[in-house]
């Protein structure tokens, strides 16, 4: 029988993956110490992404909501992810994944983040769907200016660079996905960005409450709640 994988290895091999960018490096770097394929690392993520979603930003400390969606590939066809981001906290808050882009999807993503926020501002780019779903809601809606626009694009595009992961390693075959294995992936990635990642044009992790490094703040984190 294969001898189960401790937690911390899994913990450890995810924070790799992370780090990295690989799923075949991150297995390749965990071999001093067990031997588990880049499809074992996958499942680990899967498995982390409901344990992730247990941390969020306190609606008293977003002070306003930046919305953008950017465009990533499943199975080689064009999806949507809309990303909810926190300027001055530099906090990923929410996610949506979906095939379209329309005023009401951005309506429901919008309800949703008046729901685990509060009625915040919303600023956006210049994009039709925007304010009438801001009405709709009666949210105050703004459009960013370039200043606060080039900080959303690099959100975006720090958020890209990692997603490319999707199309070239784990095509989805199913004809009628749901979604479900992109959106596990985007849970411990913004949990990853919130609590641990040093990053270069972000800055540092903008939840983080101690000076640990970041595979131990990592663990720390994941083990407390896995264990509790």
Request: glycine share 4%; with cysteine; hydrophobic share 40%.
């Amino acid at each position: 029988m294969r001898e189960r994988t401790s937690l911390w290895l899994m913990l450890y091999g995810v924070y790799l993956y992370y780090c990295c960018n690989g799923l075949i490096r991150a297995s390749r770097a965990l071999e001093p110490w067990v031997k588990r394929s880049y499809v074992a690392i996958w499942k680990w993520v899967q498995r982390l992404a409901p344990l992730c979603d247990r941390f969020d930003v306190k609606k008293g400390r977003v002070s306003c909501i930046f919305v953008d969606e950017t465009m990533v590939r499943i199975r080689g066809r064009q999806a949507w992810v809309w990303v909810a981001f926190e300027p001055y906290l530099k906090c990923f808050l929410a996610f949506y994944v979906g095939w379209q882009q329309n005023t009401l999807v951005a309506y429901l993503f919008l309800k949703e983040l008046r729901r685990r926020y509060g009625r915040k501002t919303i600023y956006t780019d210049d994009a039709d769907w925007y304010p009438l779903a801001c009405r709709w809601l009666r949210l105050e809606h703004h459009v960013y200016g370039d200043e606060w626009k080039e900080i959303m694009e690099r959100m975006n595009q720090y958020f890209k660079d990692r997603t490319e992961c999707f199309d070239d390693l784990f095509p989805c075959f199913k004809e009628e996905c749901d979604l479900k294995h992109v959106h596990n992936w985007i849970s411990v990635f913004r949990f990853y960005h919130n609590y641990v990642r040093v990053n270069e044009d972000l800055g540092n992790a903008p939840l983080q409450e101690d000076d640990l490094p970041e595979y131990h703040r990592f663990i720390k984190l994941l083990e407390e709640v896995t264990l509790s």
